[in-house]
């Protein structure tokens, strides 16, 4: 019995030996990813083309041998990340991987790295900001074996190693309304439409439009110093709609003068930054004036009472005095 108990005894000492030697098995990485997602805040937008790309730093190195230090420790080269034009168009978004390639080391050690992602300014695109860490474990296992992880860095918030980049663009619809007695609904008044780029900022992405049933678009190529302008013609209740204009673009609406042919123009409002899903600008054209009718027959029925009122008095009286007599 008690030999019986010692084989058992031994056998879960193995056991137990072996599962302990498999829990620190490592394979050795020679590449490690991180996640990239380009998303877009709204719906029928298109997302300009974009390369994100990113740059690593040494940050520290512990546990090596005699003579490896910061300054001399091995660096990973980082790839970059390509999304095509409308890769993160219709509200959806498209996951990509950036591959890290891990150096040679001479040292076990514990080696750290930052990766900061490459700063851009396309309109409309919100940049991850937050630094990466890479920490590259080297340990002796039959050889030197490179055991990486990396993760994002945010005080308070959980780590990952999916970044995320978001396109944001907006819509502007330009009104029309003619008001007054003499205003020509079916006159084309012609308005100006101007776009400004975000300060430091380049617009990427193409702007379209339609015009009787003819789409147009502002394409990047067309700005120059940094804006936009486009002529367009609108009658009474006539819509031009601008879509997919990247968040932080400024607007500037003026319709030519109306003024030789005594029409008043006013707005609702002129200028804007498009910041949300819809914008919206309404340009009324007043033109009135009082109308000659002759005599105002709304009032001819009162004015023969009043009449017939009078004759009646004086019928009255007078035959009141021939009585009297």
Sequence with gaps: M??????????????????????????????????????????????????????????????????VTTGNMPVPAVGNVEFAEGDAGNAGSMTKDVTITLPEYTSVGVYTYTI?????????????GRPIKLVVTVIEQNGKIRV??????????????????????????????????LGDRAK?????????????????????????????????AEWEENTASVQIALHHEETVTFTNIPYGVTYHVAEDSYEAEDYKTS?????????????????TNNKGTGVDTGVVLDSLPYVLLIAVAVVGVVAFTAKKRTTDR
């Design 2 to 67: 008690k030999k019986l108990l010692s084989l058992a005894l031994a056998l879960v000492m193995v056991l137990t030996l072996s599962v302990a030697v498999a829990a620190q098995e490592h394979s050795d990485m020679e590449t490690v990813t991180i996640s990239v997602t380009y998303n877009a805040t709204n719906s029928g937008t298109v997302s300009p083309a974009e390369t994100f790309a990113f740059t690593i730093a040494k940050t520290s190195v512990t546990d090596a041998a005699d003579g």
């Design 116 to 128: 900061t992602p490459t700063p851009r300014t396309t309109g409309g695109v919100t940049y991850w």
């Design 148 to 181: 990486a992880a990396v993760h994002t860095e945010g005080e308070g918030e959980e780590k990952t190693d999916d970044i995320t980049y978001t396109y944001s663009a907006g819509s502007l619809s330009v009104t029309k309304s003619v008001t007054g007695n």
């Design 188 to 220: 084309e008044f012609n308005v100006w439409v101007t776009f400004t780029a975000p300060e430091a900022g380049v617009v990427n992405s193409t702007i379209s439009y339609i015009v009787d049933g003819e789409t147009k678009t502002i394409a990047p």
């Design 267 to 283: 707005y609702n409002k002129q200028d804007g930054t498009i910041g949300a899903a819809s914008d919206a600008v309404t340009i």
